[in-house]
């Protein structure tokens, strides 16, 4: 069996480079829902019908545990996948998601300010706020949402992207952590960081979800003795025009990405 990533378009792609550089050994599948992004203008109906599409997918390709790259789906579709749809589709499977292990990062530092950066969906849904005051009750938590951010990466418009994003973080300055909500926002953590004063914390997934998922197959044997270790990759999309491939190629210039069939 496979690692499976889901994101909405290729913004998972930074997620997954990390965890092939922590775990190179073994194979993973990429799915992105190009022909549907952004997710995080959708309702929730279908945020949830795409993503369990999605993961229907993955597991016909033989992933055995799959991890919803994308914050929207994760907020959205994440607990009706795990409590009613996987334990009758395909109880052998295990879906995870990013914000827990985003959660737990942002609270490390002894954090009583959080500030969340991410799409309308996700904002919409307060699941960032739910999961933090989980564990820290007293915590003050700021949500903003950015709904330029992902068109403009998608498109390959960074000068735009990058110049809103400097906008977004001013509001953030006087917080001890800043969650990058959504996996397309890594790719402007240095723009971010740059219009944020060096005392704020910014939590990046790229930078931590490798380790966390390292840390997960480690205390879940049970699961990691059933994952193949080929080292491979695939890079699979649901619509393909020559700018997913460029993008995608600057990630992994080794991988030609593929259309999914009778998507």
Do not use: W
């Not at 229907?56 to 749809?85: E, M, V």
């Not at 395909?90 to 609270?107: F, H, R, S, Y």
């Amino acid at each position: 069996m496979k690692i499976g990533v889901f994101d909405s378009g290729l913004g998972g792609l930074v997620i997954t480079k990390a965890f092939v550089e922590a775990m190179p050994e073994y194979d993973y599948v990429y799915y992105g829902d190009t022909a549907h992004l952004p997710y995080g203008e959708k309702t929730s109906g279908q945020i949830l019908s795409y993503s369990i599409e999605a993961i229907k997918y993955l597991i016909s390709q033989k992933c055995g545990i799959i991890i919803i790259a994308c914050n929207t789906a994760t907020s959205i579709a994440l607990r009706y996948l795990q409590q009613r749809f996987i334990p009758e589709y395909a109880p052998d499977i295990k879906v995870l998601g990013v914000v827990i292990p985003t959660v737990e990062e942002a609270l490390s530092d002894n954090a009583v300010k959080v500030g969340v950066l991410a799409t309308q969906a996700t904002v919409r849904s307060h699941i960032y706020q739910t999961e933090l005051k989980k564990i820290k009750p007293d915590l003050e938590v700021i949500e903003t949402a950015a709904p330029e951010l992902v068109p403009a990466i998608e498109n390959n418009d960074f000068a735009l992207a990058e110049s809103k994003a400097q906008e977004y973080a001013k509001s953030f300055s006087d917080i001890d952590s800043l969650i990058l909500g959504c996996t397309h926002y890594p790719l402007l953590k240095q723009a971010i960081r740059q219009a944020l004063p060096e005392r704020v914390k910014v939590v990046s997934q790229d930078e931590l979800m490798g380790a966390k998922l390292k840390d997960y197959l480690y205390r879940h044997m049970e699961i990691d003795i059933c994952l193949s270790r080929g080292g491979s990759l695939q890079i699979l999309v649901s619509k393909l025009n020559e700018h997913y491939r460029q993008t995608a190629l600057r990630l992994f210039p080794e991988v030609e990405v593929e259309e999914r069939e009778n998507a």
